[in-house]
């Protein structure tokens, strides 16, 4: 079903049932992306106070940089591993690429039912990594923070939602859906705090005001 099909049928039946299209969606019975739980608002406030306040250095960045992704298990790679906690109902082929399920992508309250229709997040993007302190690491380092499946650092999302998103931080960009606001910036900061990165001073500024909030 293509995204223009997906949210007509939403529309309708908003209309049928007396909801908003967004509240449709919000109540759609497919299952809550299961990304690891980031830690509290108050140990986040805790850590955000501890990283190091740096400004960015993008010199010398390549996506290559960051092998992914890798075998997990089996056949499975990082992205299909994560497309598979993630969603319901997921079916797979022998390859183990998802031929069928039910995906809700926390950012925008959207449901997808085709694995095309999702990419895999780097919450903390992999630039943003390289530019707070990646840049010094090992190839084998920053390979295990492309495909960490232990922080709050992988989750699938609509994929022209996190295509805007791209590289930016919390200072230019966060999730529409408000209600997964501090959800985010805790994994940020969790994330960032675990790889010893850095921050500059905008990212920290935003990220103290939504920690303030949540």
Known sequence: MT????????????????????????NSPAASAALPTPVSAATARGYLASLTVATENRTGYSRDLFPHWITISGSCNT??????RDGSNVVTDS????????????????????????????LVPLAEAWDSG????TTAQRQAFANDLTRPQLIAVTDNVNQAKGDQ????????????LCT????????KYYYKLSVDSA????????????
């Open 79 to 84: 992205r299909e591993t994560v497309l598979k």
């Open 203 to 214: 990212e920290k500024s935003a990220l103290q005001g939504y920690l303030a909030n949540c």
């Open 184 to 191: 985010y910036v805790r994994a940020w900061v969790q994330v």
């Open 169 to 180: 931080d919390p200072a230019t960009w966060v999730p529409s859906r408000s209600a997964y």
């Open 3 to 26: 995204r223009f099909y997906a949210r007509r049928r939403l529309s309708i039946l908003a209309a049928l049932t007396g909801l908003t299209a967004s509240a449709a969606l919000f």
């Open 95 to 122: 390859s183990c690429a998802a031929t069928s399920g039910s995906w809700y992508s926390p950012y925008d309250g959207a449901t997808w039912n085709a694995a095309s229709d999702l990419d895999i997040d780097h």
């Open 134 to 137: 990646a840049s010094k690491w």
